[in-house]
C-alpha cells in the first residue's frame, strides 16, 4: 500500500503537461486509492456503470465470499481520472463536462449503491456526494501540489469513513418576494412528512421565515453562537408541531403530525454584515 509520502513523490515525478492518462492513473490514481484504504481487491478498474465506463470503482471487502474486485456489486466509490492537459479548473467547460460525467455515473440503478464520486487529473481534484437522487460537491475544487497532497489526502479518506450523514440545502437570492419563505416552509414539511430529521435555519436579515411561525429567539441567540463558539448551538433550537387537518389526504396520513426544529433570526445578525464583523467571526470562532 502506498504512503502518503511515496504519493507526494510521485506526484513530484508527473510533469505538468503531462498528456497520457496512464501515467496519472499509475503514478496518482492507483497510489491514492490505496491512500484511501483500498487494496488491490477492493478496486475494480473500467467499471460499467450503465452509462459508460468509470475508470475505477472501489468498494470494502466485508465477507470473504464477496470480493468487490470479482463479483462488482454495490460499488462505494468512483474515481474518474483525466490527463493533466484536460482542463479541471474551476468554471472551464471541461471541468463542468467531467461534474456531468461523475453525476451521471452515481445516479445509475447499477450506481445505487454508490455515495461518492471524484474527479482528478492530478492538478486538480474534487469528491461529490450523492445523498438519495441529489450529487452536491462534499469538497471545493481542490488544486494539488506536493505540498498539500499529504493533507488534501487525509481530508478525503476522513470523509469517506466519517461522513456527514446530514444534506445542506441553501434557498437564497438577493431579490425579495420571489418566493424564499414559502419555498423552504414546504421543502421543510415535505422532508419531516416523509420521515426526515429537518432543521430550518433563518439567516434571513428580515426573519420572514420566524415570522411566519410567530417565533421570536430565545435568550441565547444565533448571533451569539456566531461569535462565541462555547456556546451550544443546540440551546438556539426551538421545535415545530402541527397536525396536516386532513387538507392533504391523497399525500400525506391525516392523523400525520409535521415536526421539524427551526434556528429564528435575531436582530442582531444585521451587526454582523459589515466587514469588522465578519473578519472577527472568521479570525477566533466557526
Request: charged share 25%; hydrophobic share 35%; proline share 4%.
Amino acid at each position: 500500500m502506498a504512503s502518503a509520502n511515496s504519493l507526494r513523490e510521485k506526484l513530484e515525478k508527473i510533469s505538468p503537461s503531462e498528456k497520457t492518462e496512464q501515467v496519472i492513473v499509475q503514478y496518482f490514481a492507483n497510489p491514492l486509492l490505496y491512500e484511501l484504504g483500498f487494496d488491490d481487491l477492493e478496486i475494480r478498474p473500467q467499471f460499467e456503470t450503465g452509462c459508460g465506463k468509470v475508470d475505477f470503482a472501489a468498494r470494502k471487502n466485508t465477507e470473504a465470499t464477496d470480493i468487490f474486485y470479482n463479483s462488482q456489486k454495490n460499488p462505494y466509490l468512483f474515481l474518474e481520472v483525466k490527463s493533466r492537459t484536460y482542463d479541471l479548473s474551476e468554471g472551464s467547460s471541461t471541468y463542468e463536462e467531467a461534474v456531468d460525467q461523475v453525476k451521471g455515473y452515481l445516479s445509475r440503478e447499477r450506481s445505487k449503491s454508490a455515495k461518492w464520486g471524484i474527479i482528478t487529473n492530478a492538478s486538480y481534484i474534487q469528491i461529490w456526494r450523492k445523498h438519495g437522487k441529489v450529487v452536491h460537491p462534499a469538497t471545493a475544487n481542490l488544486s494539488i501540489n506536493p505540498d498539500n497532497i499529504e493533507t488534501i489526502v487525509r481530508d478525503l479518506r476522513n470523509k469517506l469513513e466519517n461522513y456527514e450523514r446530514a444534506l445542506t440545502i441553501c434557498v437564497y437570492n438577493n431579490k425579495g418576494g420571489v418566493g424564499k419563505t414559502t419555498t423552504v416552509i414546504n421543502l421543510a414539511a415535505a422532508l419531516a412528512a416523509k420521515g426526515k430529521r429537518v432543521l430550518a435555519v433563518d439567516f434571513d436579515s428580515q426573519g420572514d421565515l420566524t415570522r411566519s411561525f410567530g417565533l421570536s429567539p430565545g435568550e441565547i441567540t444565533l448571533t451569539q453562537c456566531l461569535k462565541d463558539p462555547k456556546i451550544d448551538v443546540h440551546s438556539i433550537i426551538q421545535s415545530l408541531s402541527y397536525p396536516i387537518n386532513n387538507r392533504f389526504p391523497y399525500i400525506f396520513d391525516s392523523t400525520l403530525d409535521i415536526s421539524f426544529d427551526i434556528i429564528p433570526r435575531d436582530p442582531e445578525l444585521e451587526t454582523l454584515t459589515d466587514s469588522q464583523s465578519l473578519a472577527y467571526i472568521q479570525k477566533g470562532t466557526r
